[in-house]
Every structure is written in C-alpha cells, then in structure tokens.
C-alpha cells in the first residue's frame, strides 16, 4: 500500500540501489557494533553519540553512513556523494531521507540494521520524538519479540501493530505471505518502505486498529508488541492505548486465538496490573479461560508504580525537567485511582490446540540472556504436550531421553583447606532463554546416562547400582529431575513409547 507518510514508495529502483550501497558498505548488525564498540542493540542516545563518533576514527562509507543514519549527525555533502555514489544526495532528499542545507547532509530518518535487515524509523531524540504518530525503530521490546516468535516455514503470518516492520519483514522469511496491521498510517508508510529496501515482496499492510482489518482471517503464526503501557497519557501511537489499565493487553491476548489456525502459534508482548501477594501469573491465566489454546506464560519484571513512570517518561524528563514532577503526579495519581502497586512486563506465547485439554505452563524469562528461541520453544511445546501424556513420573521410565544440542554442562572448583574441591555444578542452555539449573554429582551422572538410546528406568538402574542406593528412590528422583528438565527445554525425548 501506498500509505501517507514522509517517504516515497514510488522509486522502487532508487530504493533498491539504496540497499545494494548500504550493504556494499557494510551496514549490517555486526560490522556496525564492531565499528561502533557496541555489544548490545544499537539505539543511539544523546549522551552516547559523542563518544560513538570518535569511535569512527576511520573515514570511509561506513563511517559516513553510520554518522549519517544512525547517530543522526549532519555529513558533508562531499563525504556523503562519496558513500552513496553512483546515488546521490538529490536521491535521499527525493525519497524524503534527508535534506541538503548548505553544504551538509540530515539524515530525516534513521536507519539502522537487525543483522541482515535494514530499519528506517522516525529520528531519536526530544526534538524527533515529539509526536503521536512516532514511529519506533529497532529497541529492545522488538528484539525479545523478534526472539520469541517460532521461526517455521507457514503459509500465512500475521502483525498486529506493526510499526517499522521489522516483525513483518523477519516473518517474511519463512511465511507465503504476511499481513501486517497498523493503525497509524505514517507507521504504514515506513513499514511499506522498509518492506521495499529489504526486496520483500510478499508483505501485505492494511490500516486499521489491532484486528479489525483481518476480521474472519485466521493464521498460521501470529505476532503483536501492542501499545501495552499502562498510563494516563494518549500522546504516543506506539506507547499508549488511550484503553484504561492492562486492558489492551488483556485484550490483544483474549482475541488472538479466533485468528490462529489449528496448530498456529503466537507470541505477544504484555503488560498487566500485579497485585501485592498474587501469583504474577494468575491474570494472564484468566485472560485464557476458555482460549482453545495451549500457553507458555514468561515474565520478566515487575516495577512499582514510580520506577513504571520514570521507566515510560524518560525523554520528556530530559525534554522539560522542569515538567517532570507534573508527569510524575500525573501519573501515580492514575495508577493509585486504580488501586496499582505493581506493573509486571513479559510476554504470552500460544498455540492453538483443540480436542482435549489445554496446559499453560509460566516461567521466569531471563532477559539478559535471551537469544532466538524459536527452536527452543518448540521443543517446551513438544515436552509438554508428552508430559501432558504421563501424569505420573513413574510412566516416564520407560521414555527415552537426551541433553538438548546447546545445554552446557559446568563444574566449578575452589580451592579451600589446601585442596581443590568441588563448589559447583550447574547446565545451561545456550540457546533460546538461556536457562540455568544448579545439579548435584548424583543429577550429573543420570543426565550424561540419557544418551538417546537407553530407557531412563535403565538409566537410573545403572547409577543405582554404581552408587549403592535404594533403586525405587533413584528412579522416582530421576523421573522427577526429567519431568523437569524436559519440561524447560534441557532434555529432549527421543521416544513416544
């Protein structure tokens, strides 16, 4: 679609030269963190700009596109012909990139790279930000969404709330076709162009608010990060519902199901109101009664009301300190009329399942160590269904089990009294949600016994024996550590039997 916004949809070929000299140069997520010292997402922030741009020290294209798109700092028109050619600065201006004043280049949208992907958003700072319709780039609600979304080839994906794109474009990899929705048009715009400066071709956008453009349309994979903080305000698209409390979670979460095929998964970003002594997943699993679906329930934080404001408000604060203690006031005194002490942040991964019961299963998210997870959460989902099978853990003893691929196993050893001794043993996953558990030598040698091949009930036999303990615990030990295990994603089963 043609949507209304700052940029032209019209040169396509301009716009896929754009991409051939961003590439050429070297504008993809790792060069870019390797030029600019960066570890983690490459949002720009004012007070890191100075020290990002003596980073540069070297001249060249990339320098002068990653001073240009993404610090957001004015180029020469010299440097720029040279890191563009054969495009020009005429060609950003035509597009509604930049500007040319005088001698200088600026950038009027960023444009920063997800690995292969190239995002154009709305500018990042108190002068850029000042608008409803703003559009948000690559942050880090994106990338844990991007994360958490199974990566299987479907016939049909769907965004809800689209934004930039990126969700859209990523599920255009392994999707037929995409549809992403979006009420706010200069989002559609950005999207469109972002769908065209990465040679996607099989993304459709509609307007519309969350699921109202794809009514009776159900898929195979479903993605949402919707406006999901809580507050008083209606001043950002992207931010603010206008919907009172959790309500567009809730909301979002409640009607995904009617739009997911038998078998579909979605994964949606959420907030919701966490009451003093609650269980933080008790709302999310009343939002599901009667959903049809099967729930992997993740949560990651929980901020009381002040830290939730600060959190929400911070470019404001920089805008107009003056300003802040109004916001504040503001604020709290919405989240107090509602009786809020707690805001809990995480996110709802379903799968539509019918004939038989549902399972929701709630784990704590390590952010801070979360990578891809779409493999990940499909062996959780395969485990609980198995599980769901075998209510007793005696009847997983005549299963046959096996580490996952990317479980590291760890021992730690201190040297106390004059010798070295054993302080630690633990296994991690190395992929997906990077979960952690602590073991005991007795935990270590059953799990190393699973090799694929040998019934746990064999297994636990054999260490029984080794270790010269009561055969019945071990078996019901080792029946309890694999439910478990399997249950979180360590283990994999390797039979049905």
């Not at 209304?4 to 000299?21: K, N, Y």
């Not at 009667?290 to 990651?300: Q, R, T, V």
């Not at 010798?419 to 990077?434: N, R, T």
Request: proline share 5%; glycine share 10%; hydrophobic share 45%.
């Amino acid at each position: 679609m043609n949507a209304e916004g700052p940029l032209r949809l019209d040169d396509r070929g301009a716009i896929a030269e754009l991409r051939e000299v961003l590439m050429a140069a070297g504008m993809d997520g790792e060069r870019v963190r390797s030029a600019l010292g960066a570890t983690g997402n490459l949002l720009a922030r004012a007070p890191d700009v100075p020290v990002s741009e003596r980073r540069l020290d070297e001249a060249g294209a990339l320098a002068t596109l990653i001073k240009l798109f993404l610090l957001q700092r004015p180029v020469t028109v010299e440097a720029v012909t040279q890191a563009l050619a054969p495009l020009s600065p005429a060609h950003l201006e035509r597009l509604g990139l930049a500007e040319v004043n005088g001698g200088e280049v600026r950038a009027l949208v960023r444009i920063a790279p997800h690995d292969e992907i190239l995002i154009a958003s709305d500018r990042i700072g108190p002068e850029d930000a000042d608008r409803s319709d703003h559009v948000a780039g690559v942050h880090p609600p994106s990338l844990m969404l991007s994360h958490l979304t199974v990566r299987r080839p479907v016939e049909t994906a769907l965004d809800v709330g689209t934004g930039s794109g990126i969700q859209a474009i990523l599920a255009s990899r392994h999707s037929s076709h995409v549809l992403a929705t979006d009420v706010n048009e200069r989002a559609l715009n950005l999207a469109a162009f972002n769908v065209l400066l990465n040679g996607v071709e099989n993304v459709e956008l509609r307007a519309g608010s969350f699921f109202e453009p794809v009514a009776g349309e159900r898929f195979e994979l479903v993605t949402s990060n919707p406006p999901y903080v809580i507050s008083p305000e209606s001043a950002y698209i992207f931010r603010d519902s206008g919907l009172e409390g959790d309500s567009v979670s809730r909301d979002v979460v409640r009607a995904a199901p009617g739009h997911l095929e038998e078998g579909g998964f979605a994964t949606i970003l959420v907030s919701w109101i966490h009451k003093p002594g609650e269980d933080w997943s008790e709302p999310l699993r009343e939002w599901l009664d009667g959903s049809g679906c099967d729930a992997w329930l993740l949560h990651y934080d929980t901020d009381d009301p002040l830290t939730h404001t600060a959190k929400w408000n911070q470019e404001s604060f920089a805008e107009d300190p003056a300003g802040a203690n109004e916001v504040i006031d503001r604020w709290l005194e919405y989240l107090a009329r509602l009786g809020i002490e707690g805001i809990a942040y995480g996110a709802v991964i379903l799968r539509r399942r019918g004939g038989g019961a549902n399972w929701i299963r709630a784990d704590e998210l390590p952010a801070d160590r979360l990578g891809p997870a779409g493999a990940h959460i499909l062996r959780v989902f395969a485990a609980q269904d198995y599980l769901a099978e075998r209510p007793q853990d005696a009847d997983l003893l005549d299963g046959t089990f096996a580490l996952a691929a990317h479980d590291l196993l760890e021992q730690v050893v201190q040297f106390r009294d004059g010798v070295w001794a054993l302080h630690e043993i633990s296994v991690s996953l190395q992929d997906g949600l990077g979960f952690r558990a602590g073991l005991d030598p007795t935990t270590v040698e059953l799990l190393t016994g699973l090799d694929g091949t040998r019934k746990l009930g064999r297994v636990a036999e054999e260490v029984a024996r080794r270790r010269q303990v009561d055969r019945s615990v071990l078996e019901r030990d080792a029946a309890g550590l694999v439910r478990g295990m399997l249950g979180a994603g360590f283990l994999e089963f390797k039979s049905r039997r």
